[in-house]
């Protein structure tokens, strides 16, 4: 099983910049996190105006962002291990602040095995299932989302700061049109990317 892919995506330096710009200046609810929580899902997908390069290079794959949520860590606890139970079994993550260094960790467990959460957020996923972590449970694969990269969110995966890691650190968790999950596999040599 592939369980996430760095994709090439041109301009992220500007996704970067730009997505800090929007959440500085009209969600620093999500920035400051104004609330306890760490999954914050933007209904109003308000953020794709301000940073066009999202889309942009959606479009080279044949995608159209239809979710946006954004990750907010201050600490290994917000990222427990948890099915994020989504419609589809990836996403596509991109890191905004803070995550040179950070792993996200996919582990054996089912949804069987968890119980479900409610995001205080209101996550239009729904919920999110939280795995207990037992002596049976094993680590399956990890990746630092220092580029670009196809997730298996409804594989269960928790994200981990190592000590002392500056906070918060922050991504972007974006659902498209299509379910990306052929892009774990995909052939995209051809692909015109800088
Ligand atoms: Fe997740």
């Given at each position: 099983m592939?369980?996430?892919?760095?994709?090439?995506?041109?301009?992220?330096?500007?996704?970067?910049?730009?997505?800090?710009?929007?959440?500085?200046t009209?969600?620093?609810?999500?920035?400051?996190?104004?609330?306890?929580?760490?999954?914050?899902?933007?209904?109003?997908?308000e953020?794709?105006k301000?940073?066009?390069?999202?889309?942009?290079?959606a479009?080279?794959?044949?995608?159209?962002c239809?979710?946006?949520?954004?990750f907010?860590?201050?600490?290994?606890?917000?990222?427990?291990?948890?099915?994020?139970?989504?419609?589809?079994d990836t996403?596509?993550n991109?890191?905004?602040?803070?995550c040179?260094?950070?792993?996200?960790?996919?582990?054996?467990g089912?949804?069987?095995?968890?119980?479900?959460h409610y995001?205080?957020?209101?996550?239009?996923?729904?919920?999110?299932?939280?795995?207990?972590?037992?002596?049976?449970?094993?680590?399956?694969d990890e990746?630092?989302?220092?580029?670009?990269?196809?997730l298996r969110?409804?594989?269960?995966?928790?994200?981990?700061m190592?000590?002392?890691?500056?906070?918060p650190r922050?991504t972007?968790?974006?659902?498209?049109?299509?379910d990306?999950?052929?892009?774990?596999?995909a052939?995209?040599?051809?692909?015109?990317?800088?």
């Amino acid at each position: 099983m592939i369980y996430y892919r760095k994709i090439p995506w041109d301009n992220l330096p500007a996704i970067q910049e730009k997505t800090i710009a929007y959440l500085t200046t009209k969600r620093p609810d999500i920035l400051n996190r104004a609330v306890d929580a760490s999954y914050w899902t933007m209904h109003d997908r308000e953020i794709l105006k301000w940073v066009p390069e999202i889309n942009a290079g959606a479009a080279k794959y044949g995608l159209v962002c239809d979710y946006t949520a954004a990750f907010v860590m201050h600490r290994n606890g917000d990222g427990p291990l948890h099915i994020d139970n989504f419609k589809f079994d990836t996403r596509i993550n991109f890191p905004i602040l803070n995550c040179v260094g950070t792993r996200t960790q996919f582990y054996t467990g089912t949804t069987e095995d968890g119980v479900r959460h409610y995001s205080p957020m209101g996550s239009t996923a729904g919920t999110t299932v939280k795995i207990p972590k037992t002596a049976s449970t094993v680590l399956l694969d990890e990746v630092e989302v220092d580029c670009v990269t196809v997730l298996r969110v409804n594989t269960a995966h928790s994200i981990w700061m190592p000590p002392n890691a500056p906070k918060p650190r922050i991504t972007l968790t974006l659902g498209f049109d299509k379910d990306p999950t052929f892009l774990l596999d995909a052939d995209l040599s051809s692909l015109n990317t800088v």
